[in-house]
């Protein structure tokens, strides 16, 4: 009658999550027959007692311990414990940190779970950029009411690179496009002003650009798009639109998408006022 042996082990110990360590160790495991190794992770330690609990169990069952603890005093207490113990404690982020302190010629923070605020960064920006796709040119005017910015134009005034240029610094932006013949959807009249921006440009520059699109889809760059008729008379129904509203007007005329962006972003956190 064959005994059944028991699965090795390998305790995961993290001041954050854990998943770093546990990614880790999964990696190395996958060049053995890991469905073979026992995952365990104890994630938030955040006292000595802890750590001198999970130390008896790991050395009870001949187990390996794989941390990421970052605040120096806890990880010299796991390594204490583990060697009074002959327990194998593998540092997964210490030697990288001791290295790149000296690399970079800084002292690290030591805060646990930093990881994740930048993860939750990430996907801040994610969904922003998401927002201003699923909200582009006027789509769905709910999204007039939740966003942070909401930028308003006549066609060609790049509402939609500065909807995702300013998506990238993680806010919500939906953009509207203004023709004569079109009412505007009557959200737009009740988000605040401060939130609306017109994107006010020449009547010559935008010709320039709209025969330059013309031509560019192998168009007549003589059309009514790119008449000069034409385009004072939507010049004058978006001045007529951004009195109504009472919104903040920003010149695109001679301004890269970049320039106008964070001139836009700048003002919307208060830091211009020009």
Partial sequence: MSV???????YIVSDSVGETAELVVKAAASQFNSAALELKRVPYVED?????????????????????????EMK???????????????????PMMTNLQGLLQQVPRYEPGIVHQLDDDYFRK?????????????????????????????SRTSKTPLSQY???????????????????????????????????ITAEKLNDIRKERLMALGLNAEANYANMNRIHQELAYFDAIVKKIGCRVVDVSNKAVEESANHIYNIYIGKSYR
């Fill in 166 to 200: 300013l998506a990238h610094k993680r806010l919500k932006v939906a953009n509207v496009p203004l023709v004569p013949e079109v009412e505007p959807p009557e959200e737009l009249f009740k988000v605040s002003p401060r939130k609306c921006f017109g994107l006010g």
């Fill in 76 to 94: 010299d207490c796991l390594l204490e414990e583990a060697a009074a113990s002959q327990v194998v404690a593998i540092d997964i982020i210490g």
């Fill in 48 to 72: 000595k007692e802890t750590i001198k609990e999970v130390v008896a169990l790991a050395k009870e069952q001949e187990a390996l311990i794989a941390f990421t603890l970052v605040i120096p």
């Fill in 126 to 154: 994610v969904e922003a950029i998401e927002f201003a796709v699923k909200y582009d040119d006027g789509r769905d005017p709910r999204g007039i009411l939740k966003a942070d910015i909401v930028l308003i134009g006549v």
């Fill in 4 to 10: 059944l042996r028991k699965r090795p082990v390998v």
